[in-house]
């Protein structure tokens, strides 16, 4: 049974601070991409920050200065530290875990979300 489950959205002032986290049961959780998405009302989701196996990190771009994403793969656990935020982050924040292996299947799971509202 694999379990992904954020924790940290709340109700914040534009350039307030929220820490998002995400942990995660069932999977070999350090093999594994970890991903941040949002998803406002409407709209399309979209990737906003993930990390790899290796540490290695991408962010979208409305984001980047701003946001910080990381992992502690002894907690299995990644987390969102988002900084200096505006109204147009105000979205559904979804944790995903992804891992293609050497044969190309694709495994995929995701969170319940979290709700990030940036207003004054």
């Known amino acids: 049974q694999v379990q992904l489950v954020e924790s940290g959205g709340g109700l914040v002032q534009p350039g307030g601070s929220l820490r998002l986290s995400c942990a995660a049961s069932?999977?070999?959780?350090?093999?594994?991409?970890m991903g941040w998405y949002r998803q406002a009302p409407g709209k399309q989701r979209e990737l906003v920050a993930a990390i790899t196996s290796g540490g290695t990190t991408n962010y979208r771009d409305s984001v980047k200065g701003r946001f910080t994403v990381s992992r502690d793969n002894v907690k299995n656990t990644v987390y969102l530290q988002m900084n200096s935020l505006k109204p147009e982050d105000t979205a559904v924040y979804y944790c995903?875990?992804?891992?293609?292996?050497?044969?190309?299947?694709?495994?995929?799971?995701w969170g319940q979300g979290t709700q990030v509202t940036v207003s004054s």
């Open positions: 069932g999977i070999s959780f350090s093999m594994y991409t």
């Open positions: 995903n875990a992804k891992l293609t292996d050497v044969v190309m299947r694709s495994y995929d799971y």
